[in-house]
C-alpha cells in the first residue's frame, strides 16, 4: 500500500505539460480545483475528467502509475459514498428502504459527482508534481509569492519548506517500509489482531520513523549551513522562469475549458 502512494514523485519528460512554466501550470491547477466545485454538475465534471485525461495523455504518464496514485484514497472515497448514499434524502419515493436507510436517485447522482470530484482532485494536483520537479517548483512558489515580501513575509523559506516537506514524501514512504518489513521480521503482528492490537503495533514503527526524520532533517540543515546558505537574500538562479508564448496559448486553451466548464451550469444545476 505504500509504494501505491506516489505524491512528490517527479518523471521528468518533454511533454508541453513538463515544458510549461511552473507558475502558469500552478496557477491553473488552482484554477482546476475551483472548477471542480463550481461545474459540479455531470456535464461540467464529464468536461473535467476528458479535460485531465487528455492531459495524462500528453505528458505520457502511465495509466498504472494514475492508479497507483489513487488507490490509496479508495477507502475513503468508499467510506463518503456509503455516508452520501445512505444519509442524503431526496424529493421522491425512495428507490431502496431498509429500516431507518433509504436510498434516493439523488444520493446516488450525489455519491457518483463526489467520488468523480475527489478522484480528479487527486488526479490534477498530482499531475502538477509528476511534471515539475521540486527545484523548479520552489522557484515558481517564491515568485507567485513575491509580492508577500513587500509585507516582511520570509516568502523564499515558506517556499522551500513547502518543497521540501513535498519532496520527502516519498522518501518517508520508503523508510516507513523499510522500518515495517523489519519489525515484521522480527514477529511484529503488524497487519493481523484487533484495531487496538494494530494500532499498539505501529509504536515500533512511528518512533524510529521519527527519529529517522529528524536526523535527516538535522543532516539537511548541516549541509545546508555547510554550502553557506543564507536564504533568498542575493540568490541568484542557473535556470530564470520566463514566460513563452506557448503557455500564453496553454493558458488561454485551458481558460477556455474552464469556462466550459462553468457554462455547465447553465444547463445543470449544480448539486
Given at each position: ?9 517527479h518523471?521528468?519528460?518533454n ?9 502558469v ?5 488552482i484554477?482546476?480545483?475551483?472548477m ?14 476528458v ?5 495524462y495523455g500528453?505528458s ?8 497507483r496514485?489513487i488507490k490509496p ?15 442524503l434524502?431526496?424529493?421522491?419515493e ?12 439523488e444520493?446516488i ?7 468523480v470530484?475527489?478522484?480528479?482532485l ?6 502538477l ?12 512558489i517564491?515568485?507567485?509569492?513575491y ?6 513575509l ?20 520508503e ?5 515495517m ?40 540543515a ?12 542575493g540568490?541568484t538562479?542557473?535556470?530564470q522562469?520566463?514566460l513563452?508564448?506557448s503557455?500564453?496559448?496553454y ?21
Amino acid at each position: 500500500m505504500l509504494r501505491d502512494i506516489t505524491i512528490g514523485q517527479h518523471f521528468p519528460g518533454n511533454s508541453p505539460v513538463h515544458t510549461m512554466d511552473p507558475r502558469v501550470k500552478i496557477l491553473l491547477t488552482i484554477a482546476y480545483i475551483v472548477m471542480l466545485f463550481i461545474g459540479s454538475n455531470p456535464l461540467g465534471l464529464a468536461i473535467s475528467t476528458v479535460f485531465l485525461a487528455l492531459l495524462y495523455g500528453i505528458s505520457k504518464i502511465p495509466l498504472k502509475l494514475i492508479a497507483r496514485s489513487i488507490k490509496p484514497i479508495l477507502p475513503i472515497i468508499a467510506f463518503t459514498a456509503v455516508l452520501n448514499l445512505f444519509l442524503l434524502s431526496g424529493s421522491g419515493e425512495p428507490l431502496f428502504q431498509w429500516w431507518i436507510f433509504r436510498i434516493y436517485p439523488e444520493s446516488i447522482e450525489y455519491t457518483i459527482i463526489m467520488a468523480v470530484r475527489i478522484i480528479c482532485l487527486i488526479a490534477g494536483t498530482s499531475l502538477l508534481t509528476y511534471t515539475t520537479s521540486p527545484i523548479v517548483l520552489t522557484d515558481a512558489i517564491e515568485r507567485l509569492l513575491y509580492p508577500l515580501s513587500r509585507l516582511h513575509l520570509p516568502v523564499h523559506e515558506l517556499a522551500m519548506m513547502m518543497t521540501i516537506a513535498l519532496r520527502f514524501i516519498p522518501t518517508l514512504i520508503e523508510e516507513t517500509e523499510k522500518i515495517m518489513n523489519a519489525q515484521k521480521a522480527r514477529g511484529a503482528q503488524l497487519d493481523s489482531g484487533t484495531l487496538k492490537q494494530r494500532v499498539q503495533a505501529l509504536i515500533p514503527v512511528l518512533i524510529p520513523l521519527f527519529i529517522s526524520a529528524f536526523r535527516r532533517a538535522d543532516e539537511l540543515a548541516m549541509a545546508m549551513e555547510c554550502r553557506c546558505y543564507h536564504g533568498g537574500e542575493g540568490r541568484t538562479r542557473l535556470k530564470q522562469l520566463r514566460l513563452r508564448a506557448s503557455d500564453v496559448v496553454y493558458g488561454l486553451i485551458c481558460a477556455v475549458v474552464f469556462v466550459l466548464i462553468g457554462l455547465s451550469n447553465l444547463w445543470f444545476p449544480s448539486i
